[in-house]
């Protein structure tokens, strides 16, 4: 893969080369002769389909996940979290030690303290990060779910957008089996706050218990709004909103 530079960008086949636009700018690849009946037959292409194999089961297990969180993160994720967590998994993946090449799986990667420190800290929105707006330390009871805010003052403890007048608060539960293919997410209602000087503790407790706890995601959103006459509007349709994985368990 070749990155086009010039001001003319080329669209479509060239001798051989592929031209083509993405997220990341114009790129360039070379067009493959190797057709998808010899890569799944051909013993030179062993590696490859193992190689195959194990990817599309990452990206299912990212899949599950966003899958799990979407509630949460339909407006708190940038246009790259598939692939970004895809490559996460894949990380996952490879620390699976019970399966050879080919056969391995996240469930088993995640099972390692390797693994869920792979997993612990993502941010759903690349643009929002919740580590650069959120300066108050907090607390994750892995017991219930429940997070814990002590003395925040919006004003000070906060790196609010330009236009916001409120910041809402909200935390997530998920529970998954990579291996069952099943999630369950429970929420906590939302605590919603003037940007102000006014000191507060913000308490976040799930709704109950998720139903599936092989793996334990622990989630904290944060969204901001503009009131204007007594009502708020989500701001910038939710490009400053942060959804990140605090802890992992």
Request: proline letters at 4%.
């Amino acid at each position: 893969m070749a990155r086009q530079s010039g001001l003319i960008k080329l669209k479509g086949t060239l001798d051989n080369v592929n031209f083509y636009k993405t997220k990341d700018g114009n790129l360039a690849r070379m067009k493959t002769s190797v057709d998808a009946k010899r890569i799944a037959n051909d013993p030179a292409f062993e590696r490859t389909r193992e190689n195959g194999k194990e990817f599309g089961r990452s990206a299912a297990s990212g899949k599950l996940m966003r899958d799990a969180v979407r509630p949460m993160s339909l407006n708190a994720a940038d246009g790259r979290v598939t692939a970004r967590l895809t490559k996460i998994m894949t990380s996952i993946k490879n620390l699976d030690a019970n399966n050879v090449r080919g056969a391995r799986v996240v469930a088993q990667g995640i099972q390692l303290p390797e693994g869920i420190a792979t997993l612990k800290g993502f941010d759903f929105n690349k643009e929002a990060l919740l580590g650069s707006i959120l300066y108050k330390p907090f607390t994750v009871d892995v017991n219930n779910g429940a997070i814990v805010i002590t003395d925040l003052v919006p004003q000070m403890d906060i790196s609010w957008p330009q236009g916001a007048t409120h910041i809402q608060f909200s935390c997530g539960f998920a529970g998954l089996d990579f291996d069952e293919n099943e999630k369950d997410l429970q929420m906590s209602p939302a605590v919603n706050l003037p940007i102000d000087a006014t000191q507060s503790t913000v308490t976040l407790i799930p709704a109950a218990l998720p139903g599936i706890a092989t793996t334990k995601l622990f989630l904290l959103k944060i969204e901001f709004f503009q009131e204007v006459n007594g009502v708020q509007y989500t701001l910038k349709n939710g490009a400053y909103n942060a959804l990140k994985v605090v802890e992992v368990a």
